[in-house]
């Protein structure tokens, strides 16, 4: 067992599995052994403005409690007459802000007013921002159940108190906090890192998720998950690596609801009308 530092781009390029790899296993056997055993780039998954703000401004917040050091603004005068990325000026202030990632004003206000939401939510600030004595942020923690080898990567840990991790979403109504939790299978993510602290310091802590809206009114919630829910992602936990051993054991990924013909029903109502929610 083993907690480190490290960057991103090598915690993801560990052999070890991690949370989000499990869930695609639960998923689909196929989409696991194609994305993560064979890395075909047609089953990756695609970037988008969430993954920007996190690549940008997750550590920036984390380790320097700072959004903003996670980027440059580009000044206007520095832009050619269309506002391109091109000339002289722009050049020579390329050079001297390598290293952080560049953006025009526009480009980043969402991200800003994000930020300020953080800010000014007193239990997120008190989470992810305040000084506690012995945190620690962006933490790797490696670990082996029952043979298989295990990893994952910890926003923040505050001793004796709780471990924080920050997303984002698109409504922060606590209904839909609580769809996007099941949907994500995020309860697996809470159990999985619970446990992954727990070989590490050996100490259970709550796990607590800070949501925070990528678009306007740009609220941030401070959520919890009850035992029940917690113990429902400890079992898939386990369940997924025990059929995980065994696929690896048999080497066969393909997925079983492939291998014969299901009779359906018709849907009901209230069926049809979450599917018709859950799509917008």
């Given at each position: 067992?083993?907690?480190?530092?490290?960057a991103?781009?090598?915690?993801h390029s560990?052999?070890?599995?991690s949370w989000?790899?499990?869930?695609?296993?639960?998923d689909?056997p196929?989409?696991?052994?194609?994305?993560?055993?064979?890395?075909d780039?047609?089953?990756?998954?695609k970037?988008?403005d969430?993954?920007?703000?996190?690549n940008s401004?997750?550590?920036?917040?984390?380790?320097?409690?700072?959004?903003?050091?996670?980027?440059c603004?580009i000044?206007?005068?520095?832009?050619?007459a269309?506002?391109?990325?091109?000339g002289?000026a722009?050049k020579?202030?390329?050079?001297?802000?390598r290293?952080?990632?560049?953006?025009?004003?526009?480009e980043?206000a969402p991200?800003n007013?994000?930020?300020?939401?953080?800010?000014?939510?007193g239990?997120?600030n008190?989470?992810?921002?305040a000084e506690?004595?012995?945190?620690?942020?962006?933490?790797?923690?490696?670990?082996?159940c029952n043979?298989v080898?295990?990893?994952?990567?910890?926003?923040?840990?505050i001793?004796?108190?709780?471990?924080?991790?920050?997303?984002t979403?698109?409504?922060?109504?606590l209904?839909?906090?609580?769809?996007e939790?099941?949907t994500?299978?995020?309860?697996?993510?809470?159990?999985?890192?619970?446990?992954?602290w727990q070989e590490a310091?050996?100490e259970?802590l709550?796990?607590?998720?800070?949501?925070v809206?990528k678009?306007?009114?740009f609220r941030t919630?401070?959520?919890?998950?009850d035992a029940a829910?917690?113990?429902?992602?400890?079992?898939k936990f386990?369940t997924?690596?025990q059929r995980?051993?065994?696929?690896f054991n048999?080497?066969?990924?393909?997925d079983?609801?492939?291998?014969?013909v299901h009779k359906?029903?018709?849907p009901?109502a209230?069926?049809l009308?979450?599917?018709l929610v859950?799509e917008k």
């Open positions: 067992m083993m907690v480190m530092r490290m991103e781009h090598c915690y560990l052999p070890q599995v989000a790899q499990l869930v695609d296993f639960l689909s196929q989409l696991y052994y194609k994305r993560h055993v064979l890395n780039p047609a089953w990756r998954v970037p988008n969430v993954a920007d703000f996190r401004c997750h550590e920036a917040i984390l380790v320097h409690k700072d959004a903003t050091k996670g980027y603004i000044p206007n005068k520095v832009l050619s269309s506002g391109a990325r091109a002289k722009w020579e202030w390329e050079a001297q802000n290293g952080v990632a560049h953006f025009k004003s526009y980043v991200w007013a994000m930020w300020r939401s953080i800010q000014e939510c239990p997120a008190d989470l992810l921002l506690h004595p012995g945190s620690l942020e962006e933490r790797t923690i490696l670990w082996d043979g080898g295990l990893r994952c990567r910890i926003d923040r840990v001793p004796g108190r709780a471990i924080v991790d920050l997303k979403c698109a409504n922060a109504d209904n839909a906090i609580g769809r939790i099941e994500r299978k995020l309860f697996i993510q809470a159990a999985f890192c619970q446990q992954g310091a050996d259970k709550d796990f607590i998720f800070v949501f809206e678009y306007a009114p919630v401070c959520v919890t998950i829910w917690l113990e429902v992602g400890m079992e386990h997924g690596l995980l051993q065994a696929c048999a080497d066969d990924f393909s079983p609801i492939c291998k014969t359906l029903a018709q009901t209230a069926n009308k979450s599917e859950e």
